[in-house]
């Protein structure tokens, strides 16, 4: 099986149709509802760069694209499709990688956030960095929520004032945050140093300085001296 997954363009417009007739199957399937989607919206997303496509050959195999919130200080990776063919497979997860770092090359100081109620979509979401939180946290875009007014749950958001429901909200920081972040934890994590730590009581003296010279040279040891 080689199977291609990559940024969609126009020579892949032709998977329109199918990719929508696809969602229609899966909301039948999982019961809970999901987003409408038209094979206008999915070209849309397809010749701006905002989507990945898997393919075998020339057959359809999964489909994700971003959506963009709040002058872009949000975006979702929405939409994960994987055929009926194909699933169990892992792919879902190589879907969701590509259209993750593809979603921070785009918009790298926007957070990335997704509400699921499927358990193997939030196992990948983890993966990925992602934690959960309370919708408070996600974007406050009329937009994103009226895109589950087609769920069969949406009269338990909107009677919670959208501020819960049948999904998990989970949030993903910016690249610029991630980035952030990784520096800090280089910073002060000294468990992810090439050699174990010591700190050495030094008085300047001869076994002192001895001792320096034996834990680094004869013991492999990292020597941090404190001044007595």
């Known amino acids: 099986m080689d199977i291609i997954i990559s940024i969609a363009g126009d020579q892949h417009l032709k998977y329109a149709d199918e990719i929508c007739r696809e969602y229609e199957e899966s909301a039948k399937v999982r019961g809970t509802g999901i987003a409408k989607r038209t094979p206008e919206y999915v070209v849309k997303k397809m010749i701006s760069g905002d989507s990945v496509i898997a393919l075998e050959d020339d057959k359809f195999v999964g489909f994700c694209y971003i959506e ?15 055929h009926p063919d194909y699933r169990s497979q892992g792919i879902a997860k190589k879907i969701k990688s590509k259209i993750f770092n593809l979603a921070r090359d785009k918009y790298p100081e926007a957070r990335i956030f997704g509400i699921t109620t499927s358990l193997a979509v939030m196992r990948i979401n983890s993966a990925l960095g992602y934690h959960p939180v309370t919708f408070s946290e996600l974007t406050k875009d009329e937009t994103f929520w009226k895109g589950c007014s087609s769920c069969s749950n949406y009269s338990i958001l909107t009677s919670k004032n959208y501020q819960m429901c049948l999904c998990t909200g989970m949030l993903a920081p910016s690249k610029v945050e991630a980035m952030k972040l990784d520096l800090s934890n280089k910073i002060i994590q000294p468990e992810k140093m090439s050699k174990p730590i010591v700190v050495l009581a030094y008085s300047g003296g001869l076994d002192t300085s001895y001792s320096i010279k034996y834990l680094t040279e004869e013991k492999g040891l990292s020597v941090h001296a404190a001044l007595c």
């Open 68 to 82: 963009s919130f709040e002058n872009k200080k949000y975006v979702s990776n929405s939409g994960l499709l994987v």
